[in-house]
């Protein structure tokens, strides 16, 4: 079951009912208290200094700097901009002056500490941060220590992402997010403010909502040893088309990806004069001279490389890239289409309707740009507000749709939306979205239920990101991502003895 992410306004209405059900204060002592723990649980920070605004997330924070005092470290409680503005926070600091301790409203005038607690700003920020609580976060991203954000960091969008205004806000080393996940810290400036990212829901029973977090437990069957007696076609027969002269690798790395990924047997289209018949790297690999027919396959990925010249052709036949689209968006199987597929359908209202009307599974894979031409609208405006990009296009298709970028998107036409958790710079490298592509068809292709397909493609394409920090090229990552199913399958798996 996916993990819960709620909006603003799904969070407003559960703490308004908790509120009722369990008194006013009830959850902002349980994360305060949680975020202490952890802090105390994981660091050796004997001194903390804490920064509280003038809202409940600062309420949260007081209490955290008692929870901390009563564990014995020496707190340092700095509020810029003086006695909190709401009842339950003002409640809060009355506890904090009962335990001893004092307030300091310069930051700057605090002594060294092991860590330092950002409890400024929570998900309820409207506009840019100015002035004296400005002056507190460039001095909390100054720190050279442990950089702990509550709830949300402090300037940050909670569901976009993006900062509030054009100041950037807290950076830190991670953040303890209450109630649910917060899409923005998975994506846009959020991934890089947020760093990595606690969960509590604070015993308290969080409503499904319509997006959630991927979890592996999402896509269990993939994990699930395969039977023993079964063969090369028990797993699918995969169709690649693509690689129109000068783009041959992106067709292959599509290609390479399926198979690594279990396909049973891989068969590639390469839409260029004078196409290769055999791939030294892959030899497993299988080209076909001639335009395939798709209704011998289980799924296909068509358009990486593909090209959009109607001149584009194959070997030996008359294949322009736009007829190869036809004859696949025509066929009886799952298609996964990518990169020029995609731009051809975004301007052809005559394919757009085809893909419409198409009643076996379709998964789209843009990126930002891609994704603007489908909704005809600038790639600014769907990095904007992605959840709402991703199934617009979904809603306007048809078709499952990813939206790659930092915070992967996957929506189903109803809305139903996933987010990946990984987001990794490793992962913007040449032909990476190609690679991705085929592990989506390769899980296709072995009769996988649709939407596990697409998760664990995801998922598993944005852990072999995640293993890897520096010189990953997407030739290496279907081989890393295909790790934890190596793990997962023997794991599961009955020993002989």
């Known amino acids: 079951m996916s993990r819960t992410i709620m909006n603003l306004e799904e969070s407003r209405e559960l703490e308004a009912r908790c509120a009722v059900r369990m008194g006013l204060d009830t959850l902002m002592r349980r994360a305060g208290t949680f975020a202490a723990k952890w802090l105390d649980e994981r660091l050796p920070c004997p001194h903390v200094t804490v920064l509280a605004g003038p809202g409940n997330n600062g309420g949260d924070a007081i209490v955290c700097a008692c929870e901390l005092k009563r564990l014995g470290h020496t707190v340092q409680l700095v509020m810029p901009g003086g006695e909190p503005k709401t009842e339950l926070a003002r409640e809060m600091l009355a506890d904090w002056i009962a335990l001893g301790g004092t307030v300091i409203s310069d930051p700057y005038m605090t002594e060294k500490a092991d860590a330092v607690v950002d409890g400024l700003f929570g998900t309820g920020l409207k506009r840019p941060i100015t002035g004296d609580y400005l002056d507190a976060i460039l001095w909390f991203n100054e720190r050279q220590c442990f950089r702990l954000a509550l709830d949300v960091p402090s300037g940050l969008h909670s569901e976009t992402g993006h900062w509030v205004g054009t100041m950037p806000g807290v950076t830190a080393d991670a953040t303890v997010t209450f109630l649910s996940a917060k899409s923005g810290l998975y994506m846009n400036e959020g991934v890089d403010a947020a760093g990595a990212v606690v969960v509590s829901e604070l015993d308290v029973s969080v409503p499904l909502t319509r997006l959630g977090l991927i979890e592996y437990s999402d896509f269990d069957h993939i994990c699930q040893p395969r039977p023993k007696f079964s063969h090369k076609g028990t797993f699918g027969h995969v169709a690649v088309v693509?690689?129109?002269?000068?783009?041959?690798?992106?067709?292959?790395?599509?290609?390479?990806?399926?198979?690594?990924?279990?396909?049973?047997?891989?068969?590639?289209?390469?839409?260029?004069?004078?196409?290769?018949?055999?791939?030294?790297?892959?030899?497993?690999?299988?080209?076909?001279?001639?335009?395939?027919?798709?209704?011998?396959?289980?799924?296909?990925?068509?358009?990486?490389?593909?090209?959009?010249?109607?001149?584009?052709?194959?070997?030996?036949?008359?294949?322009?890239?736009?007829?190869?689209?036809?004859?696949?968006?025509?066929?009886?199987?799952?298609?996964?289409?990518?990169?020029?597929?995609?731009?051809?359908?975004?301007?052809?209202?005559?394919?757009?309707?085809?893909?419409?009307?198409?009643?076996?599974?379709?998964?789209?894979?843009?990126?930002?740009?891609?994704?603007?031409?489908?909704?005809?609208?600038?790639?600014?405006?769907?990095?904007?507000?992605?959840?709402?990009?991703?199934?617009?296009?979904?809603?306007?298709?048809?078709?499952?749709?990813?939206?790659?970028?930092?915070?992967?998107?996957?929506?189903m036409r109803s809305s139903r939306t996933w987010l990946s958790p990984y987001a990794t710079a490793s992962l913007a490298t040449a032909g990476s979205g190609d690679v991705l592509s085929g592990m989506i068809a390769s899980f296709l292709g072995q009769r996988y239920d649709t939407v596990e397909s697409v998760l664990g493609a995801v998922m598993l394409h944005g852990y072999a990101g995640k293993e890897r920090v520096a010189g990953l090229t997407a030739s290496e990552i279907a081989s890393i991502a295909v790790e934890p199913l190596e793990t997962y399958r023997r794991t599961n798996a009955r020993p002989y003895w």
């Open 242 to 411: 693509g690689g129109a002269e000068g783009h041959i690798g992106a067709a292959l790395l599509s290609a390479r990806a399926a198979l690594r990924m279990g396909a049973g047997t891989v068969t590639v289209e390469l839409l260029t004069p004078n196409a290769m018949m055999v791939d030294p790297v892959a030899p497993e690999l299988m080209f076909s001279s001639t335009p395939l027919d798709f209704s011998r396959f289980t799924a296909a990925v068509i358009g990486p490389g593909l090209g959009q010249s109607a001149a584009a052709k194959a070997r030996n036949h008359s294949a322009p890239a736009k007829a190869r689209l036809k004859s696949a968006l025509a066929s009886n199987i799952p298609l996964v289409l990518d990169a020029d597929a995609l731009n051809l359908i975004a301007g052809d209202k005559a394919l757009l309707t085809t893909l419409l009307h198409r009643t076996v599974a379709t998964v789209l894979t843009p990126h930002e740009a891609e994704g603007a031409r489908l909704l005809k609208v600038t790639p600014q405006i769907i990095q904007s507000d992605r959840v709402n990009a991703v199934r617009d296009i979904a809603l306007q298709t048809g078709a499952i749709t990813v939206l790659k970028g930092p915070g992967t998107l996957i929506a």
